[in-house]
C-alpha cells in the first residue's frame, strides 16, 4: 500500500537551517509529482511547494520563496525540503503528498513537527 | 494568486441533518483543478473530492461537490458525528496552490 513518511523535524532556533525528508514506498515514485504542506494552528493548511515528477519544474509558496528548497531523490525514493532562515511563524506540521501531475495530492503522510524558536 | 474563502468558518449541526460547504474563488477556476480535504486532528489529510465533482476512492456518496467558475459546494448528507472535522477546499489550477481557510464542522 502506498506510505509516505517524513523525517527530520524538530525545534531550531530563528535564523537556522532543516531538511525534512520523505521516504515513499507501494508506488512508483518516479512517476508522480510530491508536495509538501504544512498545517499551522493560526492558518489551518497552507501549500509550501511542488516538485514535477522528473525535477524539472518547482514551484514555492511566497512566504518560502528564496528560503526553502525541494527537491527528490528517485533511486532512494525519497523527497527532501531544505529549509533555512527559519521563522517563528514557519512553525507548523509539515506533510509530504503526491499528485497526479497537477492534480490534488491524493495521499498523504502524518507529518513532522517543526518549531522554530528561541 | 488565486484567493480561497470558505463558509461558514464553523457548522454545527445534528446527525442524520445535510451540510452545505462553500468555497468561493477570487479567480475563475476550471473544474478538474478544485479539490475538497477532510482533516481530523493528528491524522493525515483525506481526499475526498477532486475535478470539483469526482468522489475519490473509498469515499462515501454521502459526500458531494459541485460547482463551476468561481462558486464551490461540498455537501454531506446524513451526517455522523465521525464527520466532525475541518474541511478544506484546494485549487491547483495555478503554478501556486491554494488552500482555502477551512470551515469546521461539529455534529
Known amino acids: 500500500q502506498v506510505e509516505l513518511v517524513e523525517s527530520g523535524g524538530g525545534v531550531v532556533q530563528p535564523g537556522k537551517s532543516l531538511t525534512l525528508s520523505c521516504a515513499a514506498s507501494?508506488?512508483?515514485?518516479?512517476?508522480?509529482?510530491m508536495h509538501w504542506v504544512r498545517q499551522t494552528p493560526d492558518k489551518g493548511l497552507e501549500w509550501v511547494a511542488l516538485l514535477w515528477y522528473d525535477g524539472t519544474q518547482k514551484n514555492y509558496a511566497d512566504s518560502v520563496k528564496g528560503r526553502f528548497t525541494i527537491s527528490r531523490d528517485n533511486s532512494k525514493d525519497t523527497l527532501y525540503l531544505q529549509m533555512s532562515s527559519l521563522r517563528p511563524e514557519d512553525t507548523a506540521i509539515y506533510y509530504c503528498a503526491r499528485s497526479w501531475g497537477i492534480g490534488a495530492p491524493d495521499y498523504w503522510g502524518q507529518g513532522t513537527m517543526v518549531t522554530v524558536s528561541s | 494568486e488565486v484567493v480561497l474563502t470558505q463558509s461558514p468558518a464553523t457548522l454545527s449541526l445534528s446527525p442524520g441533518e445535510t451540510a452545505a460547504l462553500s468555497c468561493g474563488a477570487s479567480h475563475t477556476l476550471r473544474d478538474t483543478y478544485l479539490a475538497w480535504y477532510q482533516h481530523k486532528p493528528g491524522l493525515a489529510p483525506r481526499l475526498l473530492i477532486y475535478g470539483a465533482s469526482t468522489r475519490a476512492t473509498g469515499v462515501p456518496d454521502r459526500f458531494s461537490g459541485r460547482g463551476s467558475g468561481t462558486d464551490f459546494t461540498l455537501t454531506i448528507s446524513k451526517l455522523d458525528p465521525e464527520d466532525s472535522a475541518v474541511y478544506y477546499c484546494?485549487?491547483?489550477?495555478?503554478?501556486?496552490?491554494?488552500f482555502g481557510q477551512g470551515t469546521k464542522l461539529e455534529i
Open positions: 507501494g508506488f512508483d515514485f518516479r512517476n508522480y509529482a
Open positions: 484546494l485549487q491547483s489550477g495555478t503554478s501556486t496552490y491554494t
